[in-house]
Structure formats: structure tokens, C-alpha cells
């Protein structure tokens, strides 16, 4: 699989990924932690079906020390016994706020209440700008059709 366009040699892309990129920084530091972040990088990818993201952040997760079993089970994060139940919130946030078609209502309140029983404020915040950067960058790769597989950890740090 080719790519429809080369986001390195755009000036115009190269901005958007700049300040995407950006706002990922920013998130970095809001207390949420960053296998947390990566598990919800990787479910919204899955639901996406974005296999550039996928590299990356099953990558990127298992350089931090990710265990495989975790990362195996992430797309059935219901039924493993594995996850947290602040992970499971986070999780369950980044399914329904990738999926706000299929739900009249976007994201539960239930989902909503869990997500507040194990998040303050400030990591709640960020783990919505997580969702909704994961999904941008998603929409990018498979409209762009960047193909995956050659992503090594730390490729596009900061």
C-alpha cells in the first residue's frame, strides 16, 4: 500500500502535525498515565481501523513497558480480567467518543460516571482531547492511506 499523499514533504501538513503534535505534548503532562493514554490510542485506532496508529501505539506502549497480554487484549478490554477500573473507563470513553455516530447520545453518562469516579477534572479533560486527537490523527492516516509496519518507538519525539 502506497500512500495517496506525502505528509513529510507538505509545508501545509507539516503545520497541522506540528501543532497535532503539539496538543499530544500538552496532554503528555495532565496526569493521565501514559499507558492509559497509549491503551486508549490503540482502542480508538482499532475502532478506526488505523493500522499506522495501531504501529505506533502498540509500539510505543510496549517501549514502556506494556505487557503483550495487555496489548493482545485491548480491542476485548470487557471481558479480560487485565485492565483497571480507571483503564476501563478510559477505554470505555475512547470507544464511545470514536463511535459518535452509532449512539444518538455520544458518550453514556454511565460511561461519563465512571469515567469521573476515577479521573479528576483535569485528567477527565484530557483524556476527552485524548479521544478527539486520536481520531483526528486517525482520519489523517486512513484518508492518506499511510500504510503501517515501520514505526519504531520515539520515531517523532518531541
Keep these: 500500500m502506497e500512500t495517496r499523499l506525502d505528509l513529510q514533504n507538505s ?3 507539516a503545520n497541522v502535525i506540528k501543532r497535532l503534535a503539539g496538543t499530544h505534548a500538552v496532554l503528555e503532562g495532565a496526569g493521565v498515565p501514559q499507558l492509559t493514554q497509549e491503551l486508549v490510542n490503540i482502542r480508538a485506532s482499532q475502532i478506526n481501523g488505523c493500522g499506522f496508529c495501531l504501529d505506533m501505539h ?3 506502549a510496549a517501549a514502556a513497558g506494556e505487557t503483550p497480554v495487555r496489548l493482545h487484549l485491548v480491542a476485548a478490554w470487557r471481558e479480560a480480567t487485565v485492565f483497571t477500573d480507571a483503564e476501563r473507563a478510559a477505554l470505555a ?3 464511545e467518543g470514536s463511535r459518535l455516530a452509532d449512539v444518538h447520545e455520544g ?3 454511565e460511561t461519563w460516571a465512571l469515567v469521573r469516579k ?3 477534572e483535569e485528567q477527565t479533560l484530557a483524556l476527552v482531547c485524548q479521544v478527539a486527537l486520536i481520531n483526528a490523527f486517525n482520519r489523517l492516516n486512513v484518508i492518506l492511506r499511510n500504510p503501517a509496519g515501520s514505526y519504531e518507538p520515539g520515531m517523532f519525539a518531541h
Design 107 to 109: 458518550v453514556s453518562d
Design 11 to 13: 509545508k501545509l501538513a
Design 58 to 60: 502498540t509500539k510505543e
Design 118 to 120: 476515577h479521573y479528576d
Design 93 to 95: 470513553l475512547a470507544e
